[in-house]
């Protein structure tokens, strides 16, 4: 089963609001991922994040690796409508091999 | 260029039935995953194969399940007596080298549905 708890599970954005997700562990990871999975398409890779603290932007993303090793966040400022689909966390540990453990998910979707 | 592809995106099979699943990495990859994503959850991990060999088989979850990438390239997953559980996302993913900060390049994955 899952090992890392994301949150929200669910949200509504409307364009050009600011998004928050996180992501908790009860164990250490070495390498935090921030994923995007758009219906029928395989997940692709927005943000890796390497060391404890680390603060990486791409873009109008932003994601942190906690000082704990046991978290991370992900922001997205100024949402636009493609911002839509499922944003997944994956954790990586150094003595696993490369196998990721993925979060179960924040689907954003657009307000109505 | 030419991402992972993964043929058939959809199979529907019935009930203690056999299926195979293809993967086609990126060229030149050395690093293969499965993962199988239920409805609603995150991807989980299957197996990870590095050039010919199946360097972590952890994740099959029984001996229905194997795994084969004969020349390392091209991999098959392959599902014996099917069960109405193995309904999911069969995903797949290449990386170049296999290492902790290779990328891991997703297809677009294979529905299977099991009635």
């Known amino acids: 089963g899952q090992q890392l708890n994301q949150s929200p599970q669910s949200m509504f954005i409307q364009e050009g609001e600011d998004v928050s997700m996180n992501c908790t562990s009860s164990s250490i990871f070495n390498t935090w991922l921030w994923y995007k999975q758009d219906p029928g398409e395989g997940p692709v890779l927005l943000i890796a994040?390497?060391?404890?603290?680390e603060l990486t932007s791409n873009g109008r993303l932003t994601a942190q690796f906690g000082i704990t090793r046991k978290d991370s966040f992900l922001n997205i400022s100024a949402s636009i409508p493609s911002d839509v689909g499922i944003y997944f966390c994956?954790?990586?540990?150094?003595?696993?091999?490369?196998?990721?453990?993925f979060g179960g998910g924040t689907r954003l979707m657009v307000k109505p | 260029g030419a991402g992972v592809s993964q043929t058939p995106s959809n199979k529907v099979t019935e009930k203690g039935k056999y299926v195979e699943l293809r993967c086609d990495p990126i060229?030149?990859?050395?690093?293969l995953y499965w993962y199988r994503q239920s409805l609603g959850q995150g991807p989980e991990f299957l197996i990870y194969?590095?050039?010919?060999?199946?360097?972590?088989d952890s994740g099959l979850p029984n001996d229905r399940f194997f795994a084969v990438r004969p020349e390392g390239s091209v991999s098959t997953l392959k599902i014996q007596r099917t069960e109405r559980g193995d309904s999911a996302v069969y995903l797949c993913?290449?990386?170049?080298?296999?290492?902790?900060?290779?990328?891991?390049?997703f297809g677009p994955g294979t529905r299977l549905t099991v009635l």
């Open positions: 194969f590095q050039g010919t060999g199946a360097a972590d």
């Open positions: 993913a290449s990386s170049l080298i296999g290492g902790a900060t290779d990328t891991q390049y």
């Open positions: 994956a954790g990586q540990r150094d003595n696993a091999g490369n196998m990721l453990t």
């Open positions: 060229s030149g990859h050395t690093a």
């Open positions: 994040l390497y060391k404890a603290g």
